[in-house]
């Protein structure tokens, strides 16, 4: 059975940092692509960033997050992180981590296949 649980979602002050993970089971993510979206509420859910699954691990990251956020993962121990630096109140947002087989597209939620419960980060002072 697959899971994925996020952990890391706090309250912080504009300008703070948090660092969020997620631990995978029941999948090996060498061979997957990784990714974080979130959700805000009465907004659909955006992709924030993306690690392409193989040997390239491409890195993406979405505009509103390209160069604050940091993607990274560690394949031996199965968990992913999202780095998250210079917040700000509109990263306010439920958090996901996902997974999906192969590479290709990243974006639209609607390409991946496994999903975490999320962990909620507020941004506000």
């Known amino acids: 059975q697959v899971q994925l649980v996020e952990s890391g979602g706090n309250l912080v002050q504009p300008g703070g940092s948090l660092r969020l993970s997620c631990e995978v089971s029941g999948l090996p993510l060498a061979n997957y692509s990784v990714g974080w979206f979130r959700q805000a509420p009465g907004r659909e859910r955006e992709g924030v960033s993306c690690?392409?699954?193989?040997?390239?691990?491409?890195?993406f990251y979405g505009d509103s997050v390209s160069g604050r956020f940091t993607i990274d993962k560690d394949n031996s121990k199965n968990v992913m992180w999202l780095q998250m630096d210079r917040l700000e109140p509109e990263d306010t947002a439920i958090y996901y981590c996902t997974a999906k087989k192969g590479a290709g597209t990243w974006t639209s939620a609607s390409v991946w296949t496994y999903w975490g419960q999320g962990t909620q980060v507020t941004v506000s002072s």
């Open positions: 690690i392409s699954g193989g040997s390239s691990r491409r890195k």
